[in-house]
């Protein structure tokens, strides 16, 4: 900033640097340690802004009702096309009181996975609706060389078809030997939540995944 008078056009200079307050540290690996609600938010702020490759960790258990409801629901980490292509490893924590009340496909604490990128170690609770298509506590859309693991989902997942505790669709094809390295991998992953397909006539459902498209 740099000041001029009035009076004999005399000038001073300083230097203001702005910081986001919200914003997690990060570590010598380059990992962001997320340590609350308002941390996370900023982390899927910066992925869904472009920088799709960040990694993160959780050093606590988060709770998210602070920072999303009904009114203000939550946006999935990975809400384009790309994806969320780093990784996201919740290090043994839980994200509490996830809300999503959605018109959007791919809906989840992360809404789609990028190639190579992976969740693990994370349990969810809360709620995910949308009327659109694709949703997991977890992941909603895992495609082609990404990775979930030892992530349990505790949140009620809705949405017409493609619906599921873990990750709602998955897309890989295992029949074949020579894209089967490729696939995306579920492992040592549970779910304990409510699990509705609205669609009645062609949604589907199921507990880890719901469908796996060739």
């Not at 799709?52 to 602070?66: H, K, M």
């Not at 609706?129 to 895992?142: D, L, P, R, S, Y």
């Amino acid at each position: 900033i740099t000041v001029t008078t009035q009076d004999g056009g005399f000038t001073a200079q300083c230097s203001v640097t702005v910081t986001d307050i919200n914003k997690p540290t990060q570590a010598k690996d380059g990992y962001y340690e997320i340590a609350n609600a308002a941390q996370l938010k900023w982390f899927a702020d910066e992925v869904n802004g472009g920088s799709y490759e960040l990694n993160a960790r959780l050093t606590a258990d988060i709770d998210l009702s602070g920072v999303c409801s009904k009114d203000n629901p939550w946006t999935p980490i990975g809400n384009t096309s790309k994806g969320f292509t780093g990784e996201l490893d919740g290090a043994g924590f839980a994200v509490r009181n996830l809300c999503i009340n959605s018109t959007a496909d791919n809906q989840g604490l992360i809404g789609r996975l990028g190639a190579n990128g992976k969740v693990h170690d994370l349990t969810v609770t809360g709620s995910v609706t949308t009327t659109g298509n694709t949703a997991g506590g977890i992941v909603g859309h895992a495609p082609a060389k990404t990775s979930v693991i030892n992530c349990l989902n505790e949140a009620d997942v809705t949405a017409k078809t493609c619906v599921a505790g873990v990750v709602g669709k998955t897309q890989g094809n295992v029949a074949n030997a020579n894209n089967a390295k490729n696939a995306p991998i579920i492992k040592n992953c549970g779910n304990t939540g409510t699990i509705t397909a609205t669609d009645a006539a062609a949604g589907n459902a199921g507990g880890i995944a719901a469908v796996n498209m060739q």
